[in-house]
């Protein structure tokens, strides 16, 4: 078989559904890659080219060839392994993808090449491919032909934001060459308009860079933007005048997708262009806008209707290769209809027509109603309901875009439409089901606008509940469907949420929660329709529960009442729950268990299953969900939160014996590899650990069960992810239960449990361990060190700090660095003499960047300082602030001697430092030393933490007589007046403040305050030898410590 033809088999067989063909084909090509990549590429260059064969395994070709570039084409990328490829070979690639993407008809085969040359240009651009923008501008000139004009446009697209830079673009007249064409090709009334689509796509990458901060860092490019602005939304208005004029005349024909597509372009388009330049908009302009939106949705909302909601199969719709959904392009221009309508109404009234608002109105309704296709997925799977109602759904719906709309439109208009939507639910012909649930749908939508207090102002409150609860009924016919039922539940806590200054929510709100539990758990038929109407009372339950005060307005017995129905209903809908529905009723089972957490643990929900065995029924009918192991965590911990040391016990003895099984099962296979089933059941362990009351001793029976099986998988296990989550529950119980440790005794091994916990500690911080494994390391020492010093020798104890600082030294990963740094901040706060002195003096070891021997401290603290700069988490960053004023107040001379990387040195060379470039580039950095790096990076964060907004500075300045202070601007003007002190003079500032006020915030735990004190003192006082370091900060960090500490 000749070399090509094996090629091609290889590729087809990647695609195979057997799992077997498809890995051995896998590693076959990677083979063949490795031991000649040039002729694999060359075959699969060649072969999508090649018209006779299969689309499918040209796109194929075309994607092999995109992922090999990497590996085999540059020393430029990061992925590259070699061998790479000859120059000739990668000469007629390039040719070869650019007249692929302009010369095939196919849009799979053009995007194909498209990637292809993105990834190639990635490298080669502009040194080894200099014509590449200019290959693709003159095929979008070719107006004869339409997929050189297509593919050109297309690639452009795709290369725009990686090739051209802000210079090419402003200063280098690419962004005004390309404009100008774009704007050319508009208004060419003989140019096609899946053509004009494409322009379009290209100009909104150009409309990005006109929206950025960059274009407005002159005057020039300012008035330049201003300018294209104007005469850009006239010409986007008049191609949408003309588009929708030539679809209204030619309405008697089979519907055309191409202007409907094009026309979603333009208000794509004009939605940028109102969202950023809203101001420079004239007022008629935007009118032309809504009364085109208007004109448009009129004429296209009977196709949606008759196409999508009623699927009428004899509307005539003409596609396309490129456009073969009819119902995909119809319900993406509503989409984004409803986007300019949104930006647009704010400016724009629709009301002030009140025909015209009728008339968008009826037209909303009738998009509005659910399509049968969503009512059949409904009923036949409630989980594709639940995935639309928790708002999940990974595609936005035409019902989503008109919900956001009402949500956010204007007072006047939504109180208007608010009145109209409460007279077609009580007059007009409510026979159909579907339109009681649109009804529905459309009030809750506007219930949820938060800005309009119009609304529901011309009726009683009582009255309008009534109409909004009067659909609710048992009966499942087509006169009463669960779905309206289900609409209904959805939409009272809305309902309450927007009047509760209105009506009593402890009267109104708890009778109709309580109402719609008793409903629901009360129901006996068999419709299985009906568990439509339970998921919606469960995801209502969680809204209840951000509204209602259950403990103040339900009696007990209600309350457990309440509980049992929900734990009840939820347990029903277990078996059948997939995906989104599964969180879903976890969430649901949270507000059941905080309404009494007591009575929750004791709960016999039904045929023996507890609450805590309903989690895990849930939790584990998909355990690969990661949503869904978040959700079980925090349901575990709401059900074990603040309960006695009895009822804990009760619920290890109902918990831990699974959670156990599925470890041990593990274990008895022999190798402990990941499976979600096991990490699941590690998260759940740590929170079962994790929940033991603070104020009783962590059992010895729990310890006894648990510990030996965690110590197995410890020791056994190899596999990152499961290592890491065993880390984090054991460092749980190293927190909790360390009297356990002291007590235990391993009779089969022979060991002690001081001596095992050592062991798995040692294990943590091996080198052989990978970062993501030992991420809890640093954790894991800390524990050890704060629990159980009293009990190991010194001398374990130093080996301990020394494996930490080989751990820090060779990792990676930020967490896992970060984790690590915490052991040395808190240990530097408890005593950092003997800290910094052990660094320094006991411990050397060889920089695995360089090969030179050095001092712990010279290892660590550069680490230190990089890892401060990105460390999250505010308590996080107070500590490690701490800790390095402490390092800098000690005036160490082993840290005063240390070298370490200031501030970056910008470039000063004349190349462009292209993507290829920085490799060989690296940034170098000023040296300094380390005391004077601490202070650089405390003043940085004393800068970012005064940038932090202060509920204070939102109060009104007023002076001790109550009169404003008309002097607060003084300080500012003197400040003008000081420039940048030196030392001296900023003493003397420090030295002159008032000692009440510094006395007054010593011990405040405030960061600013803390750093503000800090640099008070090292300046008062020259702690650390602050005047030496002061002098050599620049004017910037001087200015920002002098308006911190002087004023």
Request: aromatic residues 8%; charged residues 20%; glycine residues 4%.
């Amino acid at each position: 078989m000749e070399h090509t033809q094996i090629v091609l088999n290889v590729v087809v067989n990647q695609n195979n559904p057997d799992n077997n063909i498809r890995k051995n084909a896998e590693i076959e090509f990677n083979h063949m890659c490795g031991q000649d990549p040039s002729s694999v590429i060359y075959v699969l260059n060649q072969s999508s080219l090649n018209e006779e064969l299969p689309i499918d395994l040209r796109q194929s070709c075309l994607l092999h060839l995109r992922r090999m570039v990497p590996k085999y084409w540059s020393l430029a990328f990061q992925s590259f392994v070699g061998p790479p490829i000859n120059q000739e070979l990668k000469q007629m690639v390039r040719q070869s993808s650019i007249q692929l993407a302009t010369s095939s008809n196919n849009s799979k085969l053009r995007s194909g090449s498209s990637y292809v040359i993105v990834q190639i240009a990635a490298s080669d651009y502009p040194d080894e491919w200099p014509d590449l923008l200019n290959q693709l501008f003159m095929s979008t000139t070719n107006y004869g032909n339409r997929n050189a004009m297509i593919g050109g446009l297309t690639v452009l697209n795709d290369l725009f934001d990686d090739l051209i830079s802000e210079d090419q673009f402003w200063d280098g007249g690419v962004g005004g060459e390309l404009t100008n064409h774009i704007i050319k090709l508009l208004n060419n009334e003989t140019i096609e308009f899946d053509i004009k689509t494409t322009c379009i796509k290209l100009y909104q990458s150009i409309l990005n860079v006109l929206q950025s901060p960059e274009s407005f860092t002159s005057e020039q490019r300012k008035t330049s933007v201003y300018q294209h602005v104007t005469s850009s939304v006239d010409l986007f208005v008049s191609l949408l005048d003309k588009s929708i004029t030539s679809s209204i005349s030619t309405a008697g024909s089979p519907v055309m997708l191409s202007p409907i597509y094009f026309r979603t372009y333009i208000y794509k388009t004009l939605n940028s262009f109102l969202g950023s330049f809203n101001r420079r908009i004239v007022l008629n302009v935007k009118q032309s806008i809504m009364g085109l939106i208007l004109k448009d949705f009129k004429h296209v909302s009977k196709y949606y209707k008759s196409v999508v909601v009623s699927e009428d199969n004899d509307t005539a719709i003409a596609t396309t290769p490129d456009l073969s959904s009819p119902i995909e392009v119809l319900s993406n221009l509503i989409i984004e209809l409803m986007s300019t309508v949104s930006v647009l109404q704010n400016d724009i009234h629709i009301s002030d027509d009140m025909n015209a608002l009728h008339e968008f109105i009826q037209d909303l309704i009738e998009c509005s109603v659910l399509p049968r296709e969503a009512i059949q997925q409904y009923e036949s799977d409630f989980n594709v309901y639940v995935t639309d109602i928790t708002g999940l759904s990974s595609t936005t719906s035409v019902r989503d875009s008109i919900n956001e709309l009402f949500s956010e439109l204007n007072d006047q208009d939504a109180s208007l439409v608010f009145n109209l939507i409460i007279q077609y639910m009580t007059s007009a012909d409510n026979s159909k089901w579907e339109l009681k649930e649109c009804y529905l749908y459309l009030f809750e939508s506007l219930l949820m606008n938060e800005d309009s207090t119009h609304i529901g102002k011309d009726a009683p409150l009582t009255d309008l509940l009534n109409i909004a609860t009067k659909v609710i009924s048992y009966e499942n016919s087509i006169e009463n469907h669960p779905l309206v039922t289900s609409r209904c539940f959805l939409l009272l806590p809305k309902f309450f949420s927007k009047f509760e200054d209105e009506l009593s929510l402890d009267s109104f709100g708890i009778k109709a929660f309580v109402d719609m539990i008793k409903f629901t758990s009360n129901y006996n038929g068999d419709d299985d329709l009906f568990s439509l109407v339970k998921v919606s009372v469960l995801v209502s339950c969680t809204f209840y529960k951000q509204l209602l005060n259950f403990e103040k307005s339900l009696d007990s017995s209600t309350r457990q009442e309440v509980q049992l129905a929900i734990f009840q209903m939820t347990l029903s809908l277990v078996e059948e729950s997939e995906e989104d529905s599964l969180p879903a009723l976890l969430e649901a089972i949270t507000v059941g268990i905080d309404l009494d957490n007591e009575y929750a643990s004791k709960a016999v929900v039904s045929d023996g299953t507890s609450v805590i065995g309903l989690i895990f029924k849930i939790s584990f009918q998909d355990s690969a969900n990661l949503q869904l192991t978040v959700d079980s965590s925090e349901c575990l911990r709401a059900l074990l939160g603040d309960i006695s040391i009895t009822d804990y016990m009760i619920s290890c003895e109902k918990s831990l014996p699974f959670i156990l099984s599925i470890i041990q099962n593990s274990l008895a296979a022999g190798n402990a590899e990941y499976s979600p089933d096991l990490d699941l059941a590690l998260e759940l362990l740590s929170v079962i650990i994790d929940s033991s009351p603070d104020n009783s001793e962590f059992p010895n029976e729990v310890f006894n069960y648990t510990f030996p099986v965690l110590n197995k998988l410890i020791l056994l296990s190899t596999d990152d992810q499961i290592l890491q989550s065993a880390g984090q529950v054991f460092n749980n119980i190293l927190q909790k239960a360390s009297k356990s440790f002291i007590d235990y005794t391993d009779a089969e091994a022979k060991k002690s449990g001081m001596d095992l916990l050592l062991t798995i500690v040692s294990k943590f911080l091996s080198p052989d361990l990978s970062d993501s494994a030992a991420m809890d390391c640093g954790s894991i020492v800390l524990s050890l060190i704060n629990k159980f010093q009293s009990y190991l020798s010194n001398d374990f104890l130093m080996q301990i700090l020394e494996a930490t600082v080989r751990r820090v030294v060779s990792a990676k990963e930020v967490i896992t660095i970060e984790n690590l740094i915490m052991v040395f901040c808190n240990l530097v706060l408890t005593s950092s003499a003997d800290m910094i002195n052990f660094l320094s003096n006991d411990i050397k070891l060889q920089d695995p960047k360089t090969g030179e021997n050095k001092s712990g401290l010279a290892l660590v603290l550069p680490i230190w300082f990089s890892s401060f700069e990105i460390t999250r988490g505010y308590e996080k960053i107070k500590q490690n602030t701490l800790a390095l004023g402490k390092i800098f107040t000690l005036n160490s001379e082993s840290v005063q001697s240390l070298i370490v990387d200031g501030d970056i040195i910008p470039y000063q060379g004349e190349l462009i430092r292209t993507r290829s470039m920085t490799k060989a580039m690296p940034d170098q950095y000023t040296q300094i030393t380390a005391p004077q790096k601490i202070l650089k990076l405390l003043i940085s964060e004393l800068n970012f933490q005064c940038q932090q907004p202060n509920a204070n500075d939102y109060l009104p300045e007023v002076g001790d007589d109550g009169e404003d202070d008309d002097g607060g601007d003084d300080g500012w003007e003197d400040m003008d007046d000081i420039g940048v002190p030196n030392y001296e003079k900023l003493k003397s500032y420090v030295d002159s403040d008032h000692d009440e006020e510094y006395d007054d915030q010593k011990g405040n735990d405030d960061l600013k305050i803390i750093l503000v004190q800090f640099f008070k003192e090292c300046t008062a006082k020259n702690l650390g030898n602050f005047q030496k370091y002061y002098e050599l900060l620049d004017d910037d960090e001087k200015k920002i410590l002098t308006e911190n500490i002087a004023f």
